[in-house]
């Protein structure tokens, strides 16, 4: 029996994105649930990585064809109901939420901003003429790297209060060993956008020095900033 899968919720006279899977709108209330159809029951998709994957990458690129037009209100993946009056019952249930969920997030979109080790900054260091010279070098050298890493842990501590000056919100989403990787979900008005831009590239430009390396991607679905997302 095919199920139907609730993805998201955006405004109701969001257009439909050109190049979008195929897909349903249920209308509720001035907004609208994307719904597809499934064949495969979600309980059983736990138990196969490869139909969860698939899933997850459908329902990331629906929402994020969607998200070039307007906030979409994401929903937990495999979200699923026997049939379209089901859905409208459950958006209709909660509906004066969901508006205000969209208005609270109206005119933003969402970005990630990763920052990882790129490559390990050299340390400069001249031959050595005899053993003392050269564990004096290594002992400057171990010193040296601590340094390094210490301004990598500030840097990465500093990132959210930059990019508070022209964000709405910062989240750190990943937060690992500072010679690894950290990432920023970051909720942002759509004209401060080109501003962000232009911050991450300073951002950028401070810490190639430091041997780490900064991609921003986005606008992608508010999966960080949706308290509905979240229940």
């Known amino acids: 029996m095919n199920a139907l899968i609730l993805h998201g919720i955006t405004r109701a006279n969001t ?12 209308d509720v209330d001035g907004m609208i649930g994307l719904v597809s159809c499934s064949e495969t029951e979600p309980s059983k998709m736990n138990d196969t990585p490869d139909l969860l994957m698939n899933a997850a990458l459908e329902h990331h690129l629906l929402l994020s064809h969607y998200t070039q037009y307007a906030p979409v209100i994401p929903v937990r993946i495999g979200t699923a109901f026997k049939g379209i009056p089901q859905i409208r019952q459950a958006l209709s249930k909660a509906s004066v939420r969901l508006s205000k969920e969209l208005c609270r997030l109206a005119d933003h979109s969402e970005y990630t901003l990763q920052v990882k080790a790129s490559h390990i900054p050299r340390v400069s260091s001249s031959a050595a003429e005899s053993g003392r010279d050269f564990l004096a070098a290594r002992r400057d050298a171990v010193m040296v790297r601590r340094s390094i ?14 990019l508070s000056a022209v964000v709405r ?14 990432s920023f ?3 942002v008005s759509t004209k401060q956008v080109s501003k962000l831009i232009e911050l991450c590239r300073a ?3 401070k810490a190639e020095p430091l041997g ?3 991609t921003l991607t986005g606008p992608g679905p508010l999966y960080s900033f949706s308290s509905i997302n979240n229940d």
């Open 15 to 26: 257009p439909i994105p050109e190049g979008s899977t195929h897909h349903h709108r249920v």
């Open 149 to 162: 890493l210490q301004r990598q842990k500030d840097y990465l501590a500093g990132i959210a209060n930059t």
């Open 169 to 182: 919100e910062v989240q750190e989403i990943e937060a690992r060993a500072a010679a690894e990787s950290s």
């Open 185 to 187: 979900a970051i909720l």
């Open 203 to 205: 951002l950028a430009n």
């Open 212 to 214: 780490l390396g900064l």
